[in-house]
């Protein structure tokens, strides 16, 4: 990726003007700026300045100016935008979706730190920011409350959402980086502490990992556990300073970091999965970059300075053209920007998954995108930007259609796949090959629906699928006869049309699966858009169904023409029809179609009055119909009666009016909605016939009476018996005479002797049975039970009845029952049950048995069941029926298994028929073995014959006749097919006599090659490649150069194949095959002599198409075709043409064409080429003739040149007139050196090259072999001669590398200043300058600084006399001397006093610094005692600072003593101390009573706090939170004393029940186990099974680091809460854990003790405070924790009160014991609550 700067949005100051904060809004149209003047300014997108507004203090009294903006963000919408102050603020403004629009304050959040960076996660609706004092909080742009996410020790300095939005990091102080997820998507991650970076993280993005840099110019990239991925150390680099801000694309795969002067980059590799360097974007002067935003579409990258320069930058990978319509910027491997050219409209593609996406088409109109990665496909509709991206693994053969405007179809290896636009899944998927979009139709949630997506497809050219595709299964199935053409579903998803071949139309209805025939002859059919109309053309017929429920009701109009489209719009819908040239439309009935709208959107009175307006037709009757169920099935009781009153249904308008009173009446009398009511319910349930619906509404409200008079008014008896027996009614054997009569009486025997039956009374049910004419329930009955059995009579008449009604089967079962067999065999053959009469024959006749076989076999072959009839022939020994048979049922295994069974004479016959059935089936080989056992050899010859199978047939001529017979039969039979054309057959006969070459020539003769090829490859390989060779050039001769091709091809001789071509001139088929078979590089070589052969524009299209153009023009610079190169640049290529002159100019140059060669370098526009080339021939004319007229930059060349000749031949003053021409006296003073001519060369350097005259003078000493004295000598010799410059320079150039006595430098350099000043004084500053900076690198500061002072170079003076620690003399100078560096030098000696950390002289010159001096040396004692001389507030500070470093050194005691002594102020900066100190405490585990004095300190400490904060009037969350500290910390304190006096357990062990109400500031299970200890030690052992219990759950859910196990059922309806923090690890001790573990398991196994908490005489838990019956909230007694319910002691504090009993067992242990810690506690309840207002006892 690369940075392209764009331009300058905001100009850079003077000075110091920080950009505090970058925002870019979601919608990409707008970016926010703001810089330390606290404006928000706005740009667009296309960085021009709109618009602006200041912000808001906090506290307007304090002035504009005391505040600073850290964090800026925009809303989700882009319309509001969140400010975050320093001054514990944050606002939120809408600012609107137009420019110019008001702006207002529409929210704050007002905080207890300052905040120092805000974020907005993309997909959140709740802005995230972190705090100075470690908090990190989240908050929304409505509400004035923010909620903690997680807590830190340490500064937020940073913070990062990941690409997804759902987790946020945050960098801090300390180095930390701590993550927190909203969602982790599945990953399982942690949250907390991800990774401690080795600075603090003020750059930090998180994309496909965590990146991080900071003060020490490293970046390290984090994996998502914390382990260091890679890192990139810069601190080596010069110029490389601290990373300040960082910034992560969109699609998470590059990372941009701001430092000075310069945007490094990195991107992010998914094949090698690693980080790379993406390159730096170095600006000089642009100095520190102090915040940096990219673009949410990733195009733009926006930076802002400390000096208040915000700078915009275009960042792409590349920019492609699609169509001339289309812009393509690949911001990223996974995101592109497709910008509309023409629209100027923008929409982003970018893969979720960060997959590389390869290449994007915009097909479908140039509406719709489709995009591919490696493992997924993009889709898109850019008219509303609704993207989707699948996961897919495509063949590159995909189909993609997009006639739905909701959904995308692709077509893919007889799949087709539906996809969602706006959905990141696949919708569904099912098999079909028909791609036709006519014949696949999807509906997805039209017409105001939900979850209704189907699809409807041909699974075969006969077979319709519709598929549920929400559920995923298919809901329908149509198997047509015909060929279907065409298909779709309506609007909503409920019919089917589709058409088949023969043009008819048909309706499938999904609901009822049932079909019907529309429309025969139909050409065209069309849904009626936003209906359920269907338009259709039957020859001249327009058929119009305007209610579909009804396909026998069809509108038919007469048009002319043929029917191309339907258009609905404005109110009108028209069916358009061609007649000739002509577009004639017709219009439709709107109203019956908006019927079908209105019922479908359930707006039931519009429909009504639609109908209203129409006569009454057959098709208005059945919409009348239609919208009288839908009401009815609505509740909508008015709209049903007026449509069943419309249709005339008096009864069914009656009932519903009635129906309608009784729902208005029920209405009035319960204000509830009346067709809710039961009574109702109930009617409307009858006249749907929903007869158990209102049976089941009945009984719920006990109206069992009424249910079962509904059921005999409507004569079922037998669901009013049920009822009656499911209730236990007291008539139920009275409604079962009456029911067993009226059956008799209205001729239902049947019915009545199942009742009969079922009541036990089988006789009377057989004699009912009988009498209804039933004999065959009489029979079954019979059959059923065995006691009926004995009743020969009524066996012998069912029997009778059964003949008589032709039953003759199940009468002979009666029969044979009754003991009659013969009868039963009569009537079991009369009946035909051979099976039934063939067993009791076996039995009872057995001479019968063969008999009945052979009946059965015929009677089975009377109804054709030969297959079952071949068996009982086989029992009945008829083997020859048994042969037919099988015949007949076409079961020729079986026909054969017989046969070769009988003898010769039976079977003969047969196997002629045999065979002639296998050669039917084409069972050659079965039919040979059979013709050849009937003695048939010929009809097997012929059979072979007429099958072509020669060689078959030839093999059993073979065995009947001579060789020459058969050659002379065969071969003529042979000539004789191929004479016909049949040359298979032919060469089959050939091939099987053993003679190939006649069927090889026959092949040649009918030019059939590849048969001859194939032949020759079998039987003369040897001439395979030679027959090839001949035939193809054969071919070519006849000009079938195709077939010629391919058998070069086969010979191996491509390259003749090529030669033909281009013989020819056919180059399209010499590519292919040069592409084909000889590789790129052939194919490139002949378009390269296509085009050549073409010439002109010609030639360049063709390269062009082939991409050669570039490598055309290269290969004919190469081969020095440079006509033809010239000819290809001037029409396309015409920024090659300088390349080209140019290479033609070096081929002259090489031929020895020079003035050809110089003009060629010209036109190539290379001057300077030509200049050398002549300067190389040493034409010095011509040289300098080019140079003067194209190229003057190139004289200097020409000019080094001549005088390079002009030393070689001694010429030294024209050599050095030449190159001081060229400015080249270095090169003169060069060779004057080479030449040994020192002093020539020092003349020159001195006059021309004066700053190399130390260095010369160096190398001139140590060549001539000068030593100082000489030096020294010539120094003072030009000083003599008053030549003082060079006397200068001879002093100076005594130097550290040619003399090691430093006095002599000294002197030498002092003599240089001192010669400048008063000779030379235009040069005295330098030589000072030099002099002094020498000498300090000697040491000799004080010398130099002397000599500074000499010319009145104060600062640097003052510098040397610093840096050689003279600061007394510095400081002397600074104030009497120069008094404007004072300042200076004080600051300078003050970092002096801090780097070699001299505290003690510090403490003198800045309090401030030595007190960071002593706190970073951790002199605390020292610190505090200076801090003490500077002020409360200084103390205050330090005296915080050393608590929290306490604290986390584990002195929490020491800490809390260092309070003790130097007070608890109220500031809110040392809130988070006070807590973590209380929590210390509170977890620590601290002996019984001798804790008192640390839970007093603690508890006084606390009472001063909160002293304070309720004077300040201002405490508000945080009074009340330390008022809650304060009470536990007292609770502790009172419990401690309560230790040390047995008869103060009781009140010890209530404090540490009552103490779990606060379990969320101390340990949860420290608490749980303390509470059950004590009131285990009390005997209260519900209670401590319960407190042990829970603190056994507790210490588990601790090891598991999970809370989701416990069970919270125990504590419901107390004040303890349930959800609180669970500690890192376990407070309590393993083995004081496996003891409570020991004594629960024994009390388990006790019946006596229960698990409930006791309860006092609210009916609640006896320590809650709250009753959760009642709501009330009682005090808590501050003696003992438990609520005052009553004989409560006041105290003059309102708000807190003690139990009567506890308060006075107190004062009695106090009295008695005269224990100091009971006495102070009395003191401090005396000092906090007041005194009480109604004492018991009084204590003194």
């Known amino acids: 990726m690369q940075l392209r700067h764009m331009m300058t949005l905001l100009n850079p100051q003077e000075g110091a003007s920080k950009v505090t904060a970058l925002a870019w809004a979601p919608n990409n149209t707008k970016l926010a700026v703001v810089t330390v003047e606290r404006v928000v300014i706005l740009f667009d997108e296309l960085g021009e300045k709109r618009d602006k507004f200041a912000t808001k203090p906090a506290d307007p009294s304090l002035g504009k100016k005391h505040y600073q903006v850290t964090g800026l963000a925009f809303s989700p919408d882009s319309t509001k935008v969140v400010v975050g102050q320093t001054d514990n603020i944050i606002f939120v403004y809408k600012i609107g979706d137009q420019w110019g629009e008001k702006k207002s304050i529409v929210n704050k959040i007002v905080l207890e730190s300052a905040v120092t960076c805000l974020i907005w996660p993309p997909a959140q609706s709740h802005y995230v920011f972190g705090l100075a004092d470690g908090k990190v909080r989240i908050a929304g742009p409505k509400g004035s409350r923010s909620q903690t996410l997680y807590n830190s020790d340490s500064c937020v300095i940073s913070l990062a959402a990941n690409i997804s939005g759902q987790g946020v990091i945050s960098g ?528 719920e409200q006990g109206l069992v009476d009424q249910a079962l008079d509904m059921y005999r008014q409507l004569y079922k008896w037998d669901e009013a018996i049920a009822v009656a027996e499911a209730s236990a009614h007291p008539d139920l054997t009275t409604l079962k005479e009456t029911y067993f009569q009226w059956l008799l009486d209205t001729g239902q025997e049947e019915t009545a002797g199942e009742v009969r039956e079922k009541e036990g009374d089988y006789l009377g049910a057989v004699n009912l049975y009988m009498k209804g004419g039933l004999p065959t329930r009489a029979a079954k009955l019979i059959a059923t039970h065995s006691e009926l059995s004995g009743q020969r009579e009524i066996m012998e008449r069912v029997a009778s009845s059964l003949v008589r009604g032709g039953l003759h089967s199940k009468a002979g079962d009666m029969y044979e029952r009754v003991q009659q067999p013969q009868k039963a065999l009569e009537s079991y053959r009369n009946g035909h049950a051979y099976r039934q009469a063939v067993e009791l024959a076996r039995h009872m006749f057995p001479n019968e048995v063969v008999i009945l076989e052979e009946e059965w076999g015929d009677y089975l072959t009377s109804q054709r069941q030969y297959d079952t009839a071949i068996t009982h022939y086989i029992e009945a020994g008829r083997t020859v029926k048994a042969i037919e048979a099988a015949i007949q049922a076409k079961q020729w295994p079986k026909v054969v298994q017989i046969v070769e069974l009988q003898e010769a004479s039976v079977a003969s016959r047969y196997y002629l028929q045999i065979a002639q059935h296998y050669r039917a089936v084409k069972n050659y080989q079965l039919a040979e073995k059979y013709y050849l056992i009937a003695e048939a050899a010929q009809e097997a010859v012929d059979m072979y014959s007429e099958a072509g199978m020669m060689e078959e047939a030839y093999k059993i001529a073979v065995s009947c006749m001579s060789k020459e017979e058969l050659v002379r039969v065969y071969g003529a039979h042979a000539k004789k097919l191929a004479d016909e054309g049949k040359l298979r057959e032919a060469e089959r006969l050939y091939v099987a006599m053993d003679q190939p070459d006649p069927a090889i020539n026959m092949y040649k003769k009918h030019r059939q090659y590849d048969h001859m090829i194939r032949l020759m490859a079998l039987y003369h390989e040897e001439l395979l490649v030679e027959t090839h060779l001949h035939l193809a050039k054969e071919l070519e001769s006849e000009d079938h150069w195709r077939q010629a091709e391919q058998h070069y091809i086969n010979a191996g001789d491509w390259k003749a194949s090529i030669n033909m071509y ?84 070096l081929y002259l140059e090489d031929e020895g064409k020079y003035a050809e060669a110089e003009d060629e370098f010209i036109k190539a526009n290379r001057p300077k080429e030509a200049v050398l080339m002549h300067v190389h021939q040493q034409d010095w004319d011509a040289a300098q003739r080019v140079a003067e007229q194209h190229c003057p930059d190139s004289l200097a060349d020409v000019f080094v040149g001549q005088a390079r000749v002009a030393f070689e031949r001694k010429n030294f003053q024209q050599a050095e007139t030449f190159l001081l021409r060229a400015e080249r006296p270095d090169l003169a003073a060069k060779y004057y050196k080479e030449a040994n001519m020192w002093s020539d060369a020092l003349r020159l350097v001195k006059e021309y090259l004066p700053h190399k005259l130390d260095e010369f ?25 008053g030549e003082h410059s060079r006397a200068i320079m001879t002093y100076l150039s005594i130097t550290v590398q040619n003399c090691t006595d430093h006095e002599v430098l000294k002197r030498s350099w002092s003599k240089a200043v001192e010669l400048a000043v008063k000779f030379v004084p235009d040069k ?118 050393y608590a929290a470093h306490l604290i986390k050194s584990n002195g929490t005691m020491a800490a809390l003593q260092l309070f003790t002594k130097y007070g608890a102020p109220a500031n809110p900066q040392n809130f988070n101390i006070y807590k973590r100190l209380c929590a210390e405490i509170f977890a620590a585990q601290l002996g019984g009573a001798s804790s008192y004095h640390i839970y007093s300190q603690l508890r006084n400490l606390l009472l001063g706090l909160v002293q304070q904060l309720e004077a300040k009037e201002s405490g508000g969350a945080s009074l009340k939170e330390f008022q809650r500290y304060l009470l536990v910390t007292h609770y502790f304190a009172v419990r401690a004393a309560c230790f040390a006096h047995h008869q103060l357990t009781s009140i010890a062990a209530k404090l540490s029940v009552a103490m779990l109400r606060y379990s969320d500031l101390i340990p949860v299970d420290k608490a749980f186990f303390e509470a059950g200890q004590m009131a285990k030690a009390q005997g209260w052992e519900n209670m ?124 009695m242990a106090t009295k008695t014991s005269q224990s100091k810690e009971c006495m102070d506690i009395n003191t401090f309840l005396k000092h906090w609550c007041g005194a009480p207002t109604n004492p018991t006892y009084a204590f003194h």
């Open 172 to 699: 801090h102080g300390d180095g930390s980086i701590v993550r927190y997820y909203f969602d982790d998507e599945g990953t399982g991650l942690p949250q907390g502490v991800v990774c401690r970076h080795s600075c603090p993280p003020y750059a930090l993005a998180w994309g496909q990992s965590i990146v991080a840099g900071g003060c020490d110019c490293r970046v390290v990239m984090y994996g998502m556990n914390g382990k260091v991925l890679q890192h990139f150390d810069y601190a080596k680099e010069e110029g490389e300073k601290e990373f300040c801000c960082a910034s992560c694309s969109p699609s998470g795969q590059s990372v941009v970091l701001g430092s000075f002067d310069q945007l490094r980059l990195f991107n992010w590799s998914p094949k090698r999965d690693c980080w790379d360097e993406g390159g730096v974007r170095h600006i000089p002067y642009l100095y520190t970059i102090t915040a940096v935003s990219w673009k949410k579409d990733g195009a733009r990258i926006v930076a802002g300075t400390l000096c208040g320069a915000v700078e915009l930058f275009d960042c792409c990978l590349k920019k492609v053209m699609y169509k001339n319509k289309f812009e393509m910027t690949y911001v990223g491997l996974s995101q592109v920007i497709v910008k509309n050219l023409n629209q100027g409209s923008r929409i982003s593609l970018r893969s979720h998954y960060g997959y590389e996406i390869e290449h994007v088409k915009i097909m479908g109109h140039d509406r719709y995108l489709i995009a591919n990665t490696s493992n997924s496909l993009l889709l898109g509709d850019m008219s509303n930007c609704r993207l989707s991206e699948v996961m897919w693994q495509g063949s590159g053969n995909e189909k993609f259609y997009f006639e739905n405007e909701n959904v995308c179809m692709v077509f893919n290896a007889g799949e087709l796949s539906l996809v969602e636009y706006g959905v990141n899944k696949i919708l569904g998927t099912v098999r079909t090959e028909f791609t036709n979009p006519h014949l696949i139709s999807v509906r997805i949630n039209e017409r105001k629906q939900q979850d209704n997506k189907k699809v409807a497809y041909l699974v075969d050219l006969h077979t319709i699928s519709i598929v549920d595709l929400t559920r995923d299964m298919p809901i329908g199935s149509v198997i047509h006869d015909s060929k279907i053409n065409w298909l779709e579903l309506n609007e909503t998803g409920r019919k089917l049309l589709f058409r088949d071949k023969k043009l008819k139309l048909h309706l499938y209805d999904l609901e009822t699966q049932s079909r019907v025939s529309l429309l025969s002859f139909c050409s065209y059919v069309q849904w009626v858009p936003l209906s359920d109309v269907v338009v259709a053309q039957n020859k001249s017929n327009l058929c119009v169904w305007y209610n579909i429920d009804t396909p026998d009701r069809v509108t038919i109009h007469s048009i002319k023409g043929d029917v191309v489209d339907l258009e609905r719009s404005g109110g009108k819908t028209e069916v358009l029809v061609q007649s000739g040239v002509e577009t004639i439309g017709y219009c439709l009935d709107e109203t019956m179609i908006e019927f079908g709208t209105a019922v479908d959107d359930g707006d039931h009175l519009r429909a009504l009055q639609y109908l209203e307006t129409l006569e009454m037709t057959a098709d208005t009757e059945s919409m009348w119909r239609t919208l009288g169920g839908i009401a009815l099935h609505a509740k909508n009781l008015p709209v049903a009666e007026r449509c069943f009153a419309a249709l005339g249904d008096v009864a069914k308008a009656r009932y519903l009016r009635e129906t309608h009173e009784l729902a208005k009446q029920k209405q009035v009398e319960t204000g509830l909605p009346g067709v809710d009511h039961f009574q109702v319910e109930v009617r409307l349930a009858i006249l749907s016939k929903q007869f158990k619906v209102a049976e089941g509404r009945l009984l």
């Open 1584 to 1707: 401590a099974f319960v407190f042990f219990n829970r603190f056994l759950d507790l210490s588990d859910a601790i090891e598991e680091g999970s809370p989701d196990m416990l069970d919270n059922s125990d504590l419901v309806d107390t004040d303890i809460p349930l959800e609180v923090s669970l500690p890192e690890k376990p407070s309590i001790a393993e083995d004081k854990r496996e003891e409570v573990k020991e004594w629960v398991l024994a009390v388990s196994m006790d019946q006596r003790v229960e698990q409930v908490l006791p309860q006092d005489e609210r009916g609640t838990y006896v320590a809650s405070l709250v009753s959760p019956h009642t709501g009330v909230m009682s005090l808590p007694c501050v003696v003992s924790g438990f609520p005052v319910l009553r004989d409560k002691i006041e105290f003059k504090a309102p708000g807190y009160a003690a139990n009567k009993e506890d308060w006075n067992r107190l004062l």
């Open 1324 to 1441: 005295s500053l330098d030589v000072t300058a030099l002099a002094c900076d020498r000498l300090a690198h000697i040491g000799c500061y004080e010398e130099a600084g002397k000599l500074y002072m000499d010319v009145d170079m104060m600062k640097e003076a003052l510098d040397m006399f610093m840096a050689g620690d003279y600061w007394d003399k510095a400081r002397h100078i600074a104030t009497n001397i120069a008094p404007r560096y004072e300042q200076y030098v004080e600051d300078a000696y003050v970092d002096y006093l801090k780097e070699h950390n001299k505290t003690e002289e510090m403490r003198s010159v800045d309090p401030s610094s030595a007190l960071k001096m002593y706190m970073e040396s951790g002199q605390w004692d020292k610190c505090l005692g200076l801090a003490e001389k500077q002020g409360s507030k200084v103390l205050a500070k330090y005296v915080a600072l």
């Open 1062 to 1145: 281009r013989a020819h001139n056919l180059w399209d088929d010499a590519y292919r095959v040069a592409k084909t078979h000889g590789g790129l590089n052939a194919a490139n070589q002949v378009a390269y002599l296509w085009a050549k052969s073409l010439g002109g524009e010609s030639a360049v299209k063709l390269l062009t198409k082939f991409g050669l153009l570039e490598a055309a023009v290269d290969y004919a610079t190469d081969s020095f075709t440079f006509d033809f190169a010239f000819d290809i640049a001037r029409v396309a290529l015409k920024s090659k043409l300088p390349e080209i002159h140019l290479k033609y100019a």
């Open 1257 to 1281: 003078q160096k190398e001139m000493s140590s060549q001539s072999g000068q030593d100082i004295q000489d030096l020294l000598g010539q120094a003072q010799s030009w000083e003599q001669n």
